[in-house]
């Protein structure tokens, strides 16, 4: 079991570029997360799959933002002509059913993330 | 909705005294609560949680939580800090039928000599 792992750890690029993160899971894990952290604050939720199928987006997935996950094992996250704002730590996180109890008890294992500096 | 608010954003302590992170939860069904430490340019690694049964959760590197349904809180406690525990702490809270985890802002521990 080697964690989570993301790929690259920095970006560093010009607005009104493109950039793709990746995220491995912990194998065999059928749930992936994407969440973004900004400075000072706490994760925000962005999308989850559950094997190949995304199940749910927020609101802060604007339609610049687009993830996959084509085979039910890595997943990408693509931002289309980056703002500003977009610069965040990017971070991806992987479970699988664990508990009797339902999916929310589910632990979420984060990996090392992805720094976005969008200058 | 949910919400978690960490009533301290920076909490300075002396190494070996205990210490308290607070956190307090809103939400109308019931809650599966976390706890997450976040060391510098690292992702989160989960210290405890809290399912069910037991309202004291005790977790890794000596940390414990207690749930407290009618005060809506889950605070975090360690008798005696260590230089290694200095990092940032999150509050997390996730209900049932729901799939995301919702942070609190964060409270950022520093353990000095």
């Known amino acids: 079991d080697t964690g989570v792992s993301q790929d690259p750890r ?9 950039v793709t993160f990746r995220c491995d899971p912990i194998s065999e894990h059928n749930r992936l997360y994407w969440y973004r ?23 802060l997935l604007s339609d610049r933002f687009s993830a996959e996950r084509p085979k039910g094992s890595f997943s990408t996250l693509e931002i289309q002509r980056t703002e500003q704002g977009d610069s965040a730590m990017y971070l991806c996180a992987s479970s699988s059913r664990s508990s009797e109890i339902s999916w929310s008890a589910d632990t979420q294992y984060f990996g090392p993330g992805t720094r976005l500096t969008v200058l | 909705a949910q919400s978690v608010t960490q009533l301290d954003s920076q909490v300075p302590v002396f190494e070996e005294a205990p210490v308290e992170l607070r ?6 069904v019931s809650v599966y609560l976390f706890w997450y430490v976040q ?19 005790k977790g890794i590197n000596g940390f414990e939580a ?12 360690k008798p005696s800090v ?13 209900s049932g039928g729901y799939n995301k985890l919702i942070f609190g802002a964060g409270t950022r521990l520093a353990v000095h000599p």
């Not at chain 1, 900004?38 to 987006?57: I, R, S, V």
């Not at chain 2, 260590?82 to 996730?94: K, L, N, Q, W």
């Open chain 2, 66 to 77: 207690e749930f407290n349904k009618s005060q809506t809180s889950f605070h975090l406690r």
């Open chain 1, 10 to 18: 920095h970006k560093i690029t010009k607005r009104g570029q493109n």
């Open chain 2, 39 to 57: 060391y510098p340019n690292q992702g989160l690694q989960l210290l405890l949680k809290y399912l069910s049964g037991s309202t004291l959760v």
């Open chain 1, 37 to 59: 952290q900004t400075l000072g604050q706490g994760p925000e939720f962005l999308t989850y799959f559950q094997n190949e199928a995304q199940l749910e987006k927020s609101r």
């Open chain 2, 82 to 94: 260590h230089i290694s525990d200095t990092a940032e702490y999150f509050c997390a809270v996730r």
């Open chain 2, 23 to 28: 956190c307090n939860y809103s939400s109308s």
